[in-house]
């Protein structure tokens, strides 16, 4: 029986992030970890487990393809990484070659669970986990945007000095350059950011874009930093993952298929998701004003463009 059994694809910088998040968390019972550097593996295996009596009860160990059979999830952060003034866009070609070696090996395994993808450019790269699969779409779910909104409501916060929990605003849109703020949706605590900025004068519009600013480039300044983003994404990972293994019905900008769902067909995208045990319960189609629609067409446009000279 599945016993919240969870596989990792990838032992880098991001992929142990998520092991070690998730063992914070509490997230599954079990979690096997795929790498082709075994020695690095077998040392995060021996790292982690040290960590497990101050946490919460879980079997970690090296693993291979064939122990993702019983899995309920298999994460996938392998791939070449970004690299300083490198678009996610411009690892496309590198990634795809390791993806459907991968993915083969997987299914051959005879998986039937749930991929949650996190490589860049990770909308590219979950529409080839699907087509590479042969899965349905709700069994196939991209990072999206997710890291993207929580650093916008970081942002918003610290520019209101509110709680970054108690932001609600999106961004929607590839997880990259295209990607746009859902400003018609915004508010805090209920009270929408146009409400907000006609009660605080000295919130302007020309801050609130630039908090949009430092959102779009956050990743390119972590990495001109420290060579790599990995904390964020290794609990936003953490936290798809639960909830598709407690059937928690929570909303995520996810990186999801959609047909027909704002206009737009056979394309994944970060755009609001429910995620429960069946992996993708539904999308939100949200209301987006005339320029925010134009902005997800545009942005699909871009991933569109790429995935079709991919040959997907």
């Not at 291979?64 to 999830?73: G, L, Q, T």
């Not at 779009?216 to 904390?231: L, P, Q, R």
Request: charged share 25%; proline share 3%.
């Amino acid at each position: 029986m599945k016993d919240s059994k969870v596989i990792l694809i990838g032992d880098g910088a991001v992929g142990s992030s998520f092991a070690y998040s998730s063992s914070l968390l509490g997230v599954g019972r079990e979690l096997g970890i795929i790498d082709i550097n075994e020695e690095r593996v077998e040392g995060d295996v021996l790292d982690l487990t040290d960590a497990l009596s101050f946490t919460y009860p879980k079997k970690v160990y090296k693993a291979e393809y064939a122990d993702c059979k019983d899995a309920e999830v298999v994460v996938i952060t392998a791939g070449i990484p970004q690299k300083p003034g490198e678009t996610r866009l411009q690892l496309v070609d590198k990634n795809l070659v390791i993806f459907k070696d991968m993915i083969g090996k997987v299914v051959a395994s005879g998986f039937d669970g749930i991929f949650v993808v996190a490589s860049n450019p990770v909308d590219v790269t979950t529409y080839a986990t699907m087509k590479y699969s042969g899965f349905p779409a709700n069994k196939v779910i991209g990072s999206g945007t997710t890291l993207d909104t929580s650093r916008f409501k970081k942002q918003i916060g610290d520019l209101l000095d509110v709680d970054y929990r108690s932001v609600h605003a999106y961004i929607m849109g590839e997880h990259g350059d295209t990607e746009f703020p859902v400003w018609s949706n915004a508010n805090v605590g209920g009270l929408s950011i146009e409400e907000w900025k006609s009660t605080h004068p000295n919130i302007s519009q020309e801050s609130l874009d630039a908090a949009f600013d430092k959102t779009v480039n956050a990743a390119y300044e972590i990495i001109n930093k420290k060579g790599a983003t990995f904390y964020g994404i290794g609990t936003a990972l953490s936290s798809i993952v639960r909830a598709i293994l407690n059937d928690e019905n929570t909303v995520f900008l996810t990186s999801s298929y959609l047909n027909g769902e704002f206009g737009l067909k056979d394309i994944h995208i970060g755009v609001p998701t429910v995620i429960g045990k069946s992996g993708v319960a539904h999308i939100i189609e949200v209301p987006l004003s005339d320029k925010e629609q134009e902005q997800l067409e545009h942005s699909a446009r871009t991933l569109r463009e790429i995935i079709d000279n991919s040959n997907l």
